[in-house]
């Protein structure tokens, strides 16, 4: 039975940060001796990534003796949007406050929403493409992406026919090996290192951008309500636009005046959206 963790041709290895894509590189070491002549780990880095999230990544890079490429966008290549521009980072030089995420807010003079997921395209998406072309100068590459089994939806959507692969042909080994959340879990339970982030059955709600718009809004009232200051940068490029990241819901203001005012405003069954981040 083919190991869907070997790599044999270019591949990049979408490190999200989370717990599901870091099990995911270490099965890769593991199947393939380390890290592959043909494979780069890349790491996007938005800046409203939770600093635990960030030392994690850093972690599992000095741990496992993988190197990490970190990444951040900068801006776009004139003429047009049609390519980025990034910097090479690491963890002691990483923006912790925003900084790509809010000059992309800027450069397109709104923010993003759930159909328009400029975020997930540039930040992240845009920013790997421009580096495996202008670093590695490849043309073609697969992605290897953290969508488990217990994800189906997910990775239909990645395997539908005709879907755009400009980022890359989509490979998803945990999906393939059958791989589940508790799989993950169990996993990082035996391990002697850990994310430092909670753990609510095999999910992972503080991670990634802190109050992504993607996240249910009940869960984003319940982490403002833990540490109110989450919601200044939000409201604030909601303000210096003067649109919102998704209107189907309050402001991140109004939803910072819920949570000072301890009201329950929000569906708790809601699902997350799911985005390029993964876990």
């Known amino acids: 039975m083919r190991d869907s963790f070997k790599i044999t041709e270019p591949t990049c290895i979408s490190f999200s940060g989370g717990r599901t894509s870091a099990y995911m590189l270490w099965r890769v070491l ?19 990534e939770m600093l635990e ?6 972690e599992c890079s000095q741990r496992w003796g993988v190197p990490i490429v970190w990444l951040e966008w900068t801006g776009f290549e004139p003429p047009g949007r049609s390519r980025c521009l990034y910097r090479v980072v690491e963890r002691a030089t990483a923006a912790t406050q925003g900084e790509p ?19 997930t395209s540039y930040l992240k998406v845009k920013t790997m493409i421009a580096y ?11 992605v290897m992406l953290g969508l488990r089994a217990d994800e189906p939806r997910r990775v ?15 490979s998803l080994p945990l999906a393939s090996a059958g791989i589940g959340a508790q799989d993950v879990a169990r996993f990082w339970r ?16 503080h991670g990634n951008c ?25 409201a604030e490029q909601e303000r210096l636009s003067g649109a919102t990241f998704r209107n189907d ?5 109004q939803m910072a005046a819920y949570a000072a005012a301890q009201r329950d405003m929000f569906d708790p069954n809601e699902e997350a959206i799911a985005c390029f981040c993964g876990d």
């Open 101 to 119: 995420f809010a000059a992309l807010c800027r450069a397109l003079a709104v923010p993003p929403n759930p159909v328009a997921r400029t975020c």
């Open 190 to 205: 035996a391990q002697p290192f850990d994310l430092r982030l909670p753990n609510n059955n095999g999910k992972t709600m």
């Open 156 to 170: 239909a959507r990645m395997r539908a026919p005709g879907r755009d692969n400009r980022g890359g042909v989509p």
């Open 210 to 234: 802190d109050l992504c718009f993607l996240k249910p809004a009940a869960q984003i009232q319940s982490l403002i309500a833990e540490r109110p200051e989450r919601a200044v940068w939000w």
């Open 132 to 142: 495996l072309k202008g670093e590695r100068g490849w043309d073609e590459w697969d």
């Open 249 to 253: 819901r309050p402001s991140y203001a």
């Open 30 to 48: 593991q199947s393939n001796g380390g890290l592959p002549a043909e494979a780069v780990v890349c790491f996007q880095n938005t800046g409203k």
């Open 53 to 58: 999230t960030l030392d994690f990544v850093h």
